[in-house]
């Protein structure tokens, strides 16, 4: 098993709604990642794990709070989103720690995020 | 701040002929470098990684790195309709991944 699977794929919520996007891997990798990807521009990089702690937060705004409940799951929370925040949501895994020299990334095949 | 450039493109080759994308980055540390696909509306896919200096070959894919220019590339050959998407360059240089913001290829039949 080689997937990192991502629910939903799509969600449309409002600016006053909370909801949470999963992420799961069975490939036993020990860093976990959240990126956001606009339109047309590279992914950019959100939340980091290693080991199941909290490494980078790459000064993401309060309204976006993740959660690893285990090695295999990873969660965000979304409370008080903004129309700007409307993007491609991307999950990832990697079989190193995170922020070793040999990090190849596998991703999710996302949650497309729409907020009205 | 770390950078990762690369030409957004498109670039435009014919069926069969080899597509090359460049990609320049700024930090001389860099140790990793890779080459993710992007198809549209689709996640990012690893097709190449290469760590040290000169060539790296994966079916039709070759990946060369200079670590002195600073300077990484993809060759495609025999180029396929199928391999139109956007490429996007990854470069580890401390504790995370830089994305450039990817070449899109379009392969005509």
């Given amino acids: 098993d080689t997937e990192v699977t991502q629910t939903p794929k799509h969600l449309v919520m409002g600016m006053t709604n909370k909801k949470s996007l999963k992420c799961e891997q069975h490939m036993g990798h020990r860093a976990m990642y959240w990126y956001k990807q606009k339109a047309k521009k590279p992914p950019e990089l959100m939340f980091v794990y290693s080991y199941e702690k909290l490494s980078i937060n790459e000064s993401v705004p309060s309204r976006f709070s993740p959660e690893c409940p285990n090695s295999s799951l990873l969660n965000l929370h979304l409370h008080a989103l903004q129309p700007e925040d409307s993007a491609l949501y991307l999950c990832a895994s990697s079989p190193r720690d995170a922020g070793g020299a040999n990090e190849k990334l596998f991703f999710g095949s996302g949650t497309q995020l729409s907020v009205l | ?109």
């Fill in chain 2, 1 to 109: 701040q770390k950078e990762v450039e690369q030409n957004s493109g498109p670039l435009s080759v014919p069926e069969g002929a080899i597509a090359s994308l460049n990609c320049t980055y700024s930090d001389r540390v860099s140790q990793s470098f890779f080459w993710y696909r992007q198809y549209s509306g689709k996640s990012p896919e690893l097709i190449m990684s290469i760590y040290s200096n000169g060539d790296k070959e994966d079916g039709r894919f070759t990946a060369q790195l200079n670590k002195a220019s600073q300077y990484v590339s993809l060759l495609i050959r025999d180029s396929q309709p199928s391999d139109s998407a956007t490429y996007l360059c990854a470069v580890n240089g401390g504790n995370k991944l830089v994305f450039g913001a990817g070449t899109i290829l379009r392969v005509k039949s």
